[in-house]
């Protein structure tokens, strides 16, 4: 049986400071995976090159932290761009699953 321990000064006072944080309009700075300096063991692949290292994240430019994210297609009609997206993808992953199936 899990007993539930009544909360403290300190883990009210830590919500109350996430509250006050979470409501105020700031921007989220992008993050890398890695602290700066880190070196980056498997990017330098020629031999006898000093090894990468990574830097900070305002020495990257801005679009490379948009990269990840998926692409966003307006809707623009029956026919349009994003129907012949989502329809390919959706023949494509029938493909998958018809192919998988076969397998088994």
């Excluded at 990269?67 to 761009?81: C, F, I, R």
Aim: proline fraction near 9%; include cysteine.
């Amino acid at each position: 049986m899990v007993t539930k321990q009544p909360a403290t000064s300190a883990d009210t006072a830590h919500f109350i400071s996430i509250i006050v944080s979470d409501s105020s309009p700031q921007t989220i700075k992008p993050r890398s995976s890695c602290p700066a300096n880190t070196i980056l063991t498997g990017a330098n692949y020629l031999k006898g090159q000093p090894p990468v290292v990574a830097m900070e994240d305002d020495a990257y430019p801005e679009w490379l932290w948009d990269t990840l994210k998926p692409k966003v297609y307006e809707d623009d009609g029956p026919g349009g761009k994003k129907d012949r997206v989502e329809r390919r993808r959706a023949i494509q992953q029938a493909i998958k699953d018809r192919n998988f199936m076969q397998t088994q």
